[in-house]
Structure formats: structure tokens, C-alpha cells
């Protein structure tokens, strides 16, 4: 029964914290981090950066939006890595934060969309976003099915239960 637990539910989530981690580090070691989504950011500030640092007065800009990225790069990979960390089998057997869980990553994943929408529609980003969304719907259809499947105090016996 672990094996389905890992395999329908985990996993999916697995891959977005996996793929969230890589996001933050990426932010964490590139030399020039607001490169990585350049034509998105050069769109939102109607401005390519080499104009934008050419201007008077904006000797450190480089350095702060370094600083900025490296922040947003720890807190990015900071999530993927509390994720990974709470994904594990001990806390996943717990329906009530199995349901907590999914809810808070929901959240996350369907703000971070929205907002991407709002401020940097042609990031590359969103993409990878959409993925991470389907699979948290799988993830999350999966963990509905047995729960509605489930709702008695016996053990469960539905075909998609992982978790007894």
C-alpha cells in the first residue's frame, strides 16, 4: 500500500518541490539572476536593462537587483525544501495534514499563477507553473478520491486507498 502512496499522491508533489528547489537555486547562483526571465522582465519595465543601468544615478542598481534575487532565490528555494521535507511518509498518513497540505500548495501554486498573469504574462515561467498545477491536481484528485471513498472509521478498503 506504500508503494500507491508514493506513486499517485507523493510523487506529483515530489516533482513541483524538486523543480521549485532548482528554481531557487538557479536565483542563487547566476551572476546576473533578473537574466533568467529577461525579455518578461525588459516587458513589465518598458526598458532593456543595459539602458536602465546606462542612466545617471543607477551605479548600483546591478548590485541591489542581485541582492533582491538572491532573497527571492533563498525563500523560493527555502519553500521547495520544506516541501520535500514535509512530504515524507510519517506526516503524509495524517489526513488532517495530508488536507492542509494540499490546501497551502494549492494557494501557493494558483496565486504565484495569477500573479504571473498580472505583473510578467510572457515569462517562460508560467509555463512550468501550468505543469506544477497539473500535477498537483492529480495529486490532489487522487487524495479527494480516497478520502470521499474513505469517510468511515473502518479501514479503508477502496482500490485507491495508499494510505492503510
Known amino acids: 500500500m506504500e508503494n500507491k502512496l508514493n506513486r499517485f499522491v507523493?510523487?506529483?508533489?515530489?516533482?513541483?518541490?524538486?523543480?521549485?528547489?532548482?528554481?531557487?537555486?538557479?536565483w542563487l547562483v547566476s551572476s546576473e539572476p533578473w537574466i533568467l526571465d529577461q525579455l518578461a522582465n525588459e516587458e513589465r519595465l518598458a526598458t532593456t536593462f543595459n539602458e536602465l543601468f546606462l542612466i545617471e544615478g543607477n551605479d548600483t542598481l546591478?548590485?541591489?537587483?542581485?541582492?533582491?534575487?538572491?532573497?527571492?532565490?533563498?525563500?523560493v528555494f527555502g519553500t521547495g525544501l520544506m516541501l520535500i521535507v514535509f512530504a515524507c511518509n510519517k506526516f503524509f498518513k495524517e489526513k488532517s495534514f495530508r488536507k492542509k497540505y494540499l490546501l497551502v500548495l494549492g494557494i501557493l501554486?494558483?496565486?504565484?499563477?495569477?500573479?504571473?498573469?498580472?505583473?510578467?504574462?510572457s515569462s517562460h515561467f508560467i509555463y512550468i507553473m501550468w505543469g506544477a498545477i497539473l500535477l498537483y491536481l492529480i495529486s490532489l484528485y487522487l487524495s479527494l478520491i480516497?478520502?470521499?471513498?474513505?469517510?468511515?472509521?473502518?479501514?479503508?478498503?477502496?482500490?485507491w486507498s495508499p494510505y492503510h
Open 10 to 26: 507523493k510523487y506529483p508533489i515530489l516533482v513541483i518541490a524538486a523543480v521549485i528547489s532548482i528554481s531557487g537555486i538557479r
Open 62 to 75: 546591478a548590485a541591489y537587483l542581485k541582492q533582491i534575487y538572491r532573497f527571492l532565490g533563498l525563500y
Open 109 to 121: 501554486l494558483f496565486t504565484n499563477i495569477l500573479l504571473a498573469y498580472f505583473w510578467i504574462p
Open 146 to 159: 480516497h478520502i470521499w471513498r474513505c469517510r468511515r472509521r473502518l479501514r479503508c478498503r477502496s482500490r
